[in-house]
C-alpha cells in the first residue's frame, strides 16, 4: 500500500545509492502515510519530506532497469505488468511491521527490524552493482 516498506526503502535508498540512481515507490495500492516510518526514519536522519503513498498508475516514469518488491502481491504484480519489458524484477521479502502489537516499543523494535532489514539488501545491491553486477542507473 506504499504505507511503510516502500516509503522507507526509498528513503534508505537516497542515504545508500548514488545521486545518480533514479528512486520513486509506489504500492499495488495507494494507503496512508505511516507516522512509525517518519519516527524511524528520523532515527537515522532520514525523512520523507512531502511523500504522499501513491500507486503504481502514479509514476510518471514508467521505465525501470530494477522492480525490488517486498510483499508476495507486489511481486506477482510487478512480474504481470513487466510482461516483456527489459527489466529486472528482485523480490525481497520484508516482515509487514503493522502487524506486530504489544507496546509502543515493541511496535518501534518491528519497525527498526524492517530498517535495518531494508538497509542491509540497498547496500548489497549498492556493492553487486559496484562490481558489475545489476547496473543502471534507474530503479523503483
Not at 41 to 67: C, I, K, S, T
Request: glycine share 8%.
Amino acid at each position: 500500500m506504499n504505507a511503510i516498506r516502500s516509503p522507507m526503502a526509498e528513503a534508505i535508498a537516497h542515504s545508500v545509492l548514488p545521486p545518480s540512481v533514479y528512486v520513486a515507490s509506489a504500492g499495488v495500492k495507494c494507503g496512508e502515510r505511516d507516522p512509525f516510518v517518519d519516527v524511524i526514519l528520523a532515527e537515522h536522519g532520514l525523512a520523507l519530506q512531502n511523500f504522499q503513498p501513491r500507486a503504481l498508475e502514479d509514476l510518471a516514469d514508467g521505465y525501470f532497469d530494477l522492480v525490488v518488491t517486498m510483499s508476495p502481491e507486489a511481486h506477482h504484480v510487478a512480474l504481470d505488468r513487466s510482461g516483456a519489458e527489459a527489466v529486472a524484477v528482485e523480490f525481497w521479502p520484508m516482515p509487514d511491521p503493522s502487524v506486530v502489537t504489544g507496546s509502543r516499543q515493541q511496535i518501534l523494535d518491528a519497525y527498526r527490524d524492517l530498517y535495518r532489514r531494508i538497509e542491509a539488501k540497498l547496500t548489497e545491491l549498492r556493492e553487486r552493482a559496484a562490481s558489475g553486477g545489476q547496473s543502471g542507473d534507474r530503479g523503483a
